[in-house]
């Protein structure tokens, strides 16, 4: 026979949270971070194509599936091509990429892994060519919030579901 406390113990142990769903003031608050985000993106003069882009890039060092899948499908219903989208992870080897999105996608990168302070200088002096004040800052922001989403979406491991056709 087993042990009711003990099997109750060893599914808990097992089951993971979905973040979102345990603390929802927590995940609001950082929606509420997201959309003030994204107007300070706008603002700034990003398209919604780089934001995509930089949300795509970080969610792809970060390995994160579900934010993979969100941001695919909203870049490519801002107008992103999926073939620039199939190269994104070798963005460096391509020329695809106009110099601003280049700029852009390094900072990213230096965001995710800020360890790296050789990278993230250089990325920096790059970017501060072909990037204002404004949209400087607003590429950042857009790479930490996402960063954010990816640590939630992965310690949750919210599921990729298939979607019905329409």
Same mark, same amino acid.
């Given at each position: 026979?087993? $042990? !009711?406390? #003990? ?10 949270? @979905?973040? $979102? ?6 995940? #609001?608050?950082? /929606? ?14 990003? $398209? ?9 890039? =970080?969610? #792809? ?8 899948? /969100?941001?695919?499908?909203?870049? +490519?219903?801002?107008?992103? !091509?999926?073939?620039? +989208?199939? /190269? ?35 990325? @920096? !002096? *790059? ?6 004040? $404004? *949209? ?5 922001? /857009? ?8 640590? =939630? ?8 579901? *298939? !979607?019905?056709?329409?």
């Amino acid at each position: 026979m087993i $042990d !009711t406390a #003990q099997g109750t113990e060893a599914h808990r142990t097992r089951r993971r949270i @979905y973040l $979102d769903k345990q603390s929802p003031a927590a995940y #609001q608050a950082l /929606v509420k971070t997201a959309d003030a985000v994204r107007a300070t993106a706008s603002e700034a003069g990003l $398209d919604r194509i780089l934001v995509e882009l930089v949300n795509l890039r =970080v969610s #792809q060092l970060n390995g994160c599936a579900s934010c993979l899948d /969100v941001h695919t499908r909203a870049a +490519l219903r801002a107008g992103e !091509t999926a073939r620039r +989208l199939g /190269v994104l992870a070798a963005w460096r080897d391509t020329e695809l990429f106009t110099a601003r999105e280049r700029a852009a996608l390094a900072l990213a990168e230096a965001t995710t892994h800020p360890a790296d302070a050789l990278a993230q200088d250089r990325a @920096y !002096t *790059e970017a501060r060519q072909v990037l204002d004040d $404004d *949209e400087l800052s607003a590429v950042i922001w /857009v790479a930490i919030t996402i960063n954010a989403f990816n640590r =939630v979406s992965i310690l949750s491991k919210h599921p990729v579901r *298939e !979607t019905p056709a329409r």
